[in-house]
């Protein structure tokens, strides 16, 4: 079943991306009326949709090292709704039973620029939000069980029919002892059949179970939902990194101790005058940290380091003569508005500073797709844009590609 596909290689297939879902209302009143409130179905979503990948190549990118890939199998397994992770061999598909499993491979977006492709039909939410396709194949009768995800998620079927139940308010009891986390009570409310180009959404919270009524696959556009610890979390570990690691706890003026056991108020004073000061922020400080922070890489993702760095001077006489850059597909970018007249520049976890002056060439970098060197033109006298660059390319988040001719 696997044919074999590298992260890396050319694109499987190639085709033509779809510019926008059809809603079947305009995007803000989808926004106002669906958008984190309730399920919506929509018929022909993508018109004119091609499956972007056969369960072959899925099953060969489920063999790749580094990439996240899981079978369930709801029978036949060690144990009921068994999990297997990847990477796998071909004789792991050979021996699969007819009916009830599933593989499920993560971030195939990252990986397969078709699949990556259908991403422009959701741009008019924030790039930022979207986490990854996942992609899954199930032959007849495959699912994951019903479940519950804490994020949006909108559910593209490719391939096949697949039947999806959903239940808006569950009640979150678990099945015990099992590989996955299973609804222990789940009651469909609504119910439909998926064919390919149809799309459901799902806001988080709602109970879902989708079931193959034949061999197919679907792509789940997952959106990022970071928990509030993870937030202070990641805020406070920046702030802790700016406090001076030398300096210490001093008294205050001291008098002598009515009750050497107890710890005064002027004390607890001193350490909240320590703690505000370290907690201190501007709008600067959060949209510097908060950018690196939604673009942190996931394990086995970002940029690769070239085997043979390039000067500034050799990338700035590329461009100049030509060569169009390409940002690396398995890196996160994001930037932010403007503010004084500067923006900042996140790419897997690194943060930039740049003048406003310089968007109109950085924002195609952040859009994707391949950016030809007119756009760059107008930047490349000034050393700080090709030392930007240059800085870019050494961390393998941008492709520099050769001169014509």
């Not at 779809?18 to 009143?29: N, R, V």
């Not at 890939?69 to 004789?91: I, M, N, Y």
């Not at 501007?282 to 970002?302: C, I, M, N, S």
């Not at 503010?339 to 195609?364: E, F, K, Q, T």
């Amino acid at each position: 079943m696997a044919e074999r596909h590298t992260p890396g290689d050319p694109p499987l297939t190639q085709p033509k991306p779809p510019s926008q879902i059809e809603l079947g209302t305009d995007p803000q009143a989808f926004l106002d009326r669906y958008w984190q409130k309730a399920p919506l179905r929509i018929p022909g979503a993508l018109p004119g949709f091609r499956n972007p990948l056969s369960p072959e190549e899925l099953a060969g990118l489920a063999c790749a090292d580094e990439v996240e890939a899981r079978l369930v199998l709801e029978r036949a397994g060690a144990r009921p709704w068994e999990v297997r992770h990847g990477p796998f061999q071909e004789r792991d598909f050979t021996t699969l039973p007819e009916t009830h499993w599933t593989l499920l491979v993560q971030d195939v977006d990252k990986r397969v620029a078709p699949v990556g492709a259908l991403r422009e039909a959701f741009r008019f939410l924030p790039d930022w939000r979207i986490d990854d396709i996942m992609v899954s194949y199930a032959p007849e009768a495959g699912g994951v069980g019903p479940h519950v995800d804490h994020y949006d998620v909108f559910l593209l079927q490719g391939l096949g029919r697949r039947r999806w139940q959903i239940q808006r308010h569950p009640s979150l009891e678990w099945v015990p002892s099992l590989d996955l986390r299973i609804l222990a009570r789940f009651e469909a409310e609504e119910e439909w059949v998926l064919e390919p180009g149809d799309l459901l959404y799902l806001p988080p919270g709602v109970a879902h179970y989708g079931v193959a009524l034949e061999p197919c696959m679907t792509y789940s556009i997952g959106f990022r939902a970071p928990t509030h610890r993870e937030l202070v979390s990641g805020w406070m570990e920046q702030q802790v990194l700016a406090v001076d690691p030398e300096s210490r706890y001093c008294d205050p003026p001291l008098r002598s101790s009515a009750d050497p056991v107890e710890i005064g108020a002027d004390a607890l004073e001193r350490i909240r005058e320590i703690l505000t000061e370290a907690l201190r922020w501007d709008e600067d400080t959060l949209a510097r940290w908060f950018t690196a922070f939604v673009t942190e890489p996931k394990p086995g993702l970002g940029g690769v380091p070239p085997r043979r760095p390039l000067k500034s001077a050799t990338v700035h006489r590329r461009i100049r003569n030509g060569a169009a850059l390409r940002p690396e597909p398995a890196c996160r970018f994001a930037v932010t508005g403007a503010r004084n007249g500067y923006r900042y520049l996140a790419v897997d976890g690194r943060s930039y500073s740049y003048p406003d002056a310089w968007h109109s060439a950085l924002r195609p970098l952040c859009a994707g797709g391949v950016v030809p060197a007119g756009v760059f033109a107008p930047f490349l006298d000034d050393p700080a844009f090709v030392a930007l660059l240059t800085e870019l390319y050494h961390h393998g988040a941008l492709h520099v590609g050769h001169e014509p001719g």
